[in-house]
């Protein structure tokens, strides 16, 4: 699954399934361009395991949701590297958990603007070059939340579902160009939002607690959702695309 060569960009890439990410398509071979938004300690750190670990990579600084800084952002990856040929949306932030009636306005637009229009800024800023490779790959991540839709999450669920129809959209524009765009569609995953959304939710303090009751004796781990992306962008994936993948061992038990 060699990826050398190639320049990816992925975006909240310094934490969690990000970090996961960037550090599983560089070990493979590409040269990772790790955004964020506030966190650079966090950015700058997975930059220096990357690095101590033999790979290339490099931090950027963009909010998704800012079209101008996106065409910033990627205008200096391509200055420091080259086109990119592999885009993972990632970044991602959560819901407060409120219904419908009691959603504030503002946590609308920010939820959906990260998820949905972020992606779509970033598609639109990165294809014009993308098209010019021997093959690009662009990755949404996704949640399981798409498949269930519960209450109490609508700009989640909203933003999220509006991700997968914007990848089920671009894999039908972009496959003349030799482009493959993927869902992949995580259930609780051990990060730090993960933990935040468990202990909301259940009170679980220590999220490994929940170990025996999820598939496979484990909660998923970044390096899960990240395994799943290499193979998606690798040249051993040579005829998906418009696919939603989900990683949560078949079904997460959260009882």
Same mark, same amino acid.
Do not use: W
């Given at each position: 699954?060699?990826?050398?060569?190639?320049?990816?960009?992925?975006?909240?890439?310094?934490?969690?399934?990000?970090?996961?990410?960037? $550090?599983?398509?560089?070990?493979?071979?590409?040269?990772?361009?790790?955004? +964020?938004?506030?966190?650079?300690?966090?950015?700058?750190?997975?930059?220096?395991?990357?690095?101590?670990?033999?790979?290339?990579?490099?931090?950027?600084?963009?909010?998704?949701?800012?079209?101008?800084?996106?065409?910033? $952002?990627?205008?200096?990856?391509?200055?420091?590297?080259?086109?990119?040929?592999?885009?993972?949306?990632?970044?991602?932030?959560?819901?407060?958990?409120?219904?419908?009636?009691?959603?504030?306005?503002?946590?609308?637009?920010?939820?959906?603007?990260?998820?949905?229009?972020?992606?779509?800024?970033?598609?639109?800023?990165?294809?014009?070059?993308?098209?010019?490779?021997?093959?690009?790959?662009?990755?949404?991540?996704?949640?399981?939340?798409?498949?269930?839709?519960?209450?109490?999450?609508?700009?989640?669920?909203?933003?999220?579902?509006?991700?997968?129809?914007?990848?089920?959209?671009?894999?039908?524009?972009?496959?003349?160009?030799?482009?493959?765009? &993927?869902?992949?569609?995580?259930?609780?995953?051990?990060?730090?939002?993960?933990?935040?959304?468990?202990?909301?939710?259940?009170?679980?303090?220590?999220?490994?607690?929940?170990?025996?009751? $999820?598939?496979?004796?484990?909660?998923?781990?970044?390096?899960?959702?990240?395994?799943?992306?290499?193979?998606?962008?690798? &040249?051993?994936?040579? +005829?998906?695309?418009?696919?939603?993948?989900?990683?949560?061992?078949?079904?997460? &038990?959260?009882?």
């Amino acid at each position: 699954m060699s990826l050398a060569g190639r320049v990816a960009l992925v975006t909240g890439g310094g934490r969690g399934v990000g970090k996961g990410i960037s $550090m599983s398509l560089a070990a493979a071979g590409a040269t990772v361009a790790v955004n +964020y938004r506030r966190d650079e300690e966090a950015a700058a750190a997975t930059v220096a395991d990357i690095v101590s670990n033999g790979g290339k990579a490099q931090a950027y600084a963009a909010s998704v949701d800012d079209f101008e800084q996106n065409a910033e $952002m990627v205008a200096a990856i391509e200055a420091d590297h080259g086109a990119i040929g592999i885009l993972v949306n990632n970044a991602g932030i959560a819901s407060r958990g409120q219904s419908v009636v009691d959603t504030d306005p503002a946590e609308m637009r920010r939820v959906v603007a990260t998820h949905a229009f972020g992606p779509h800024y970033l598609a639109s800023l990165v294809l014009p070059k993308m098209r010019d490779l021997d093959r690009g790959d662009i990755i949404m991540i996704s949640s399981v939340a798409t498949r269930s839709l519960g209450g109490y999450g609508a700009p989640y669920n909203m933003g999220k579902t509006a991700m997968e129809a914007l990848a089920y959209t671009l894999a039908k524009e972009e496959r003349e160009h030799g482009i493959r765009v &993927n869902i992949v569609a995580p259930g609780l995953v051990d990060t730090d939002m993960g933990q935040r959304l468990i202990h909301a939710v259940q009170g679980v303090e220590d999220i490994r607690t929940l170990d025996q009751s $999820m598939p496979f004796g484990r909660v998923c781990q970044p390096e899960d959702v990240a395994n799943v992306v290499r193979f998606l962008v690798s &040249n051993e994936n040579s +005829y998906l695309t418009g696919e939603r993948l989900y990683c949560d061992g078949g079904g997460q &038990n959260l009882r």
